[in-house]
């Protein structure tokens, strides 16, 4: 094969660019201490997972976000979400150059600055290539493309759920049906046995962490916040590649118990509060800025709750491993009508006593933007504003740090 030497000093020069700026990124964290303790054992799993994903000692598994990181822990691998570590890249602000490098190639500036980025990254070999890419339909149409054109170009199987919009006995049997093929292909494609005990092992582990986040969030509730949005927002990590982890079990218990402390002492890291939001959409900005620090220790305005880290899904029943995840996958309150999240969100400002709530838009996220509409209007029925703050989540220059200032600081007038 002849070798494409521009193209190869391209891909080292991004290779030590990162290298680089991670070191610095690193060296700059680690003068700030974080807010609990588990916020750092959240950081330690996550720094493990990427260090055994870039050794490849066990199986890697490249994955979207709502992916069954059970069964893959079940088969010993390493599930690895694209599009968490293209916010680990944004966060040392590697995103405009992998972007330019995706959009040389032909992948449109209309999509997803988090999933561009990653395909520049597989494109310059910034990821170390997996075994299979394991993904799912729901949510994010614009996230199985670029998952299965990241496959061609690692070489990889690719393997998609297709996970039925509507709620029935026969969808959820559709389902399980593929997460058994899929549980059976992969353990041929790494020429290994397929143990349904290790898959029941790995939802008890999952139950387990459920459990506590469950027990943390319902601590959530009180006033003033326990919890800081910066802190909370980072938490989806967990939910996207670690659940089936037994350390994702310790991490959530530990925040349990630390919020516990926390709320029986009537301490908050704000204070005095003057205002409570609900975050709706998951995404925040992840490269360096000053968004949530302004909003909370400056507007003195908190993150009460936050969407995606609301326990959407039943108890995993490990009897029935397969039909259950399927469950689990089905659940998820932002498939299917958009009544199901409206009525989800309506549930979470309640339960919160949220004054209001902003979501995030991030440029490209089709799913979650087009039901911006139908979520105002419910809120104002409840008397509660909405903010739609558009934004990108990973290219910092789309940030315009003093528009989205001026738009929250009129915002939280009218909260109050």
Sequence with gaps: M????????????????????????????????????????????????????????????????????????????????????????????????????????????????LLRSALGAVLAGLFPPPQAVVCTSHLCDTGTKALYAASVLAEAPFFLLEVPHQQSAEAEGFLAEQLRELAASLAALLDRPFREERLREALHLSNQARAWLQKANELRRAIPAPM?????????????????????????????????????????????????????????????????????????VVVAFDEMGYVFWEELDPTDPFRSLARKLMANHCLGPIERRVEAVLRMCREYRVDGAVHFSQWGCRHSTGGIRFLKEALQKEGLPLLSL???????????????????????????
């Design 228 to 300: 800081l949005g910066r802190s909370s927002l980072d938490y989806f990590y967990l939910m996207t590649m670690a659940f089936g982890h037994p350390e994702t079990v310790t991490v959530y218990r530990t925040l349990y118990e630390e919020l516990e402390g926390r709320v029986r002492k009537g301490f908050s890291p704000l204070g005095k509060e003057r205002a409570r939001i609900l975050w709706l959409h998951q995404v925040r900005p992840y490269f360096p800025n000053n968004l949530l620090h302004h909003l909370e220790q400056e507007l003195r």
């Design 2 to 113: 002849q070798v494409n030497w521009s193209k190869l000093r391209e891909q080292i020069g991004l290779k030590v660019q990162v290298w680089q700026r991670y070191r610095q990124a690193r060296r700059k964290r680690s003068a700030q201490p974080l807010d609990l303790r588990a916020d750092r054992l959240r950081v330690e799993l996550a720094t493990k997972l990427a260090w055994q994903a870039l050794r490849r000692r066990r199986p890697l598994i490249w994955t979207n976000v709502w992916a069954p990181t059970e069964l893959l822990y079940a088969l010993d691998c390493v599930p690895a979400s694209l599009e968490v570590y293209a916010a680990m890249l944004a966060s040392i602000e590697m995103t405009p150059c992998l972007c330019e490098v995706a959009e040389r190639e032909g992948y449109g500036r209309d999509s997803c600055s």
């Design 390 to 416: 558009d934004g990108d989540a990973a290219d910092a220059s789309q940030f315009s740090e003093g528009q989205i200032r001026t738009r929250l600081e009129a915002f939280v007038e009218v909260l109050l």
